[in-house]
């Protein structure tokens, strides 16, 4: 392919070029139909045991999701820092990033206390030693003397070490439910 010297910004393509980028282009089909029929074989017989090694797994997810709703209600902070790994990173729904040490600060210390906190709709994936939960939680928040109600649809990302379940990071995006 060369440039058009005419300077209209448009590819110009001899009919050599175009030769090799058919070739190019009808290569690059073989192999990646191959690679992903190879890729397909291989992995069949590890997917399951990959995303579901232990049937048990996605209730604990579950369990753990209500357990941190629950020290959030009633201002379980230190038990809550403590099943989060220490590269824990939050998005909350205002878009806001938040390392792990700036979160814990801003739930001490923040203006709005959480009076209920419901999670629903979880669903769990596991890929062995990390889990993907998705969900909705309806949140009732008390701030400057307001009881408001908000709702959130929300990813957290758990990390197994050591046997034990930590939360890795956490993104909430604001929904009117």
Not at 49 to 66: M, Q, R
Not at 99 to 118: L, N, Q, S, T, Y
Not at 125 to 131: F, I, K, L
Request: proline share 2%; hydrophobic share 40%.
């Amino acid at each position: 392919m060369r440039w058009n010297a005419s300077g209209t910004g448009k590819w110009g393509v001899d009919r050599r070029g175009l030769m090799r980028l058919m070739v190019h282009l009808a290569l690059a089909a073989v192999v990646t139909a191959g690679t992903a029929t190879v890729a397909h074989a291989q992995g069949a017989a590890t997917r399951q045991a990959d995303v579901h090694p232990n049937a048990n797994t996605e209730d604990e997810i579950k369990a753990l999701e209500k357990k941190f709703a629950d020290l959030i209600v009633h201002d379980g902070w230190d038990e809550y820092e403590k099943r989060l790994a220490p590269e824990y990173t939050r998005t909350g729904s205002d878009g806001k990033l938040e390392k792990k040490e700036d979160a814990m600060a801003g739930f001490r210390k923040g203006p709005r206390k959480v009076i209920v906190m419901e999670p629903e709709e979880l669903r769990v994936q596991v890929y062995t030693d990390t889990a993907v939960l998705q969900g909705m939680e309806t949140i009732w928040v008390r701030e400057l003397g307001r009881v408001s109600t908000k709702h959130e649809r929300f990813m957290k990302v758990f990390v197994r070490r050591d046997g034990e379940w930590y939360l890795a990071t956490e993104q909430a995006t604001a929904t009117g439910k």
